[in-house]
């Protein structure tokens, strides 16, 4: 059983976390910030943290998975991230925003249950993937981006 100093630290790194992920959305101004994404990572690991203390709780009693509640978060988010996601005549906008979403929340059930490295590697990641390769695929995919006086 986790005591109060433990639930806290694991509430503290998932805001710290995503709060991250989500400053990078809320400077590009999408539909989903930085208030989103901590609000559904810190959702997703108190739901985990609860998860893994009815487990507790009940072991001897009933068979239960803690996973499963997991399965649910994620089925959620899918929902919550089709709503950011916009259909344009030049396109589709929101899907990085909806994928982040989806990966704060996997963020916040990883430290809920106590995986912290993962959930501190993950970040790491989706952070280079949102600031770094933003660059790359301009140069790769948009060269005339650079030159506005070609029109």
Not at 21 to 31: P, S, V
Not at 66 to 92: M, S
């Amino acid at each position: 059983m986790l005591n109060d100093a433990q639930i806290v630290l694991r509430l503290i790194l998932t805001v710290i976390l995503s709060g991250l992920i989500g400053l990078e959305r809320q400077l590009h101004k999408r539909t989903a910030g930085l208030r989103t994404h901590i609000l559904v990572s810190l959702g997703s690991c108190l739901i985990m943290l609860t998860s893994l203390y009815v487990f507790d709780i009940y072991k001897d009693i009933a068979k239960l998975d803690p996973a499963r509640i997991a399965a649910g978060v994620i089925t959620g988010i899918g929902f919550l991230g089709a709503g950011t996601i916009i259909r344009e005549k030049e396109g589709v906008r929101g899907l990085t925003t909806a994928a982040s979403l989806w990966v704060v929340a996997g963020i916040g059930l990883a430290v809920g249950c106590g995986f912290k490295n993962a959930a501190i590697y993950t970040a790491i990641i989706a952070l280079i993937v949102l600031f770094f390769l933003r660059f790359a695929e301009d140069f790769i995919f948009n060269e005339d981006k650079c030159n506005v006086d070609k029109k």
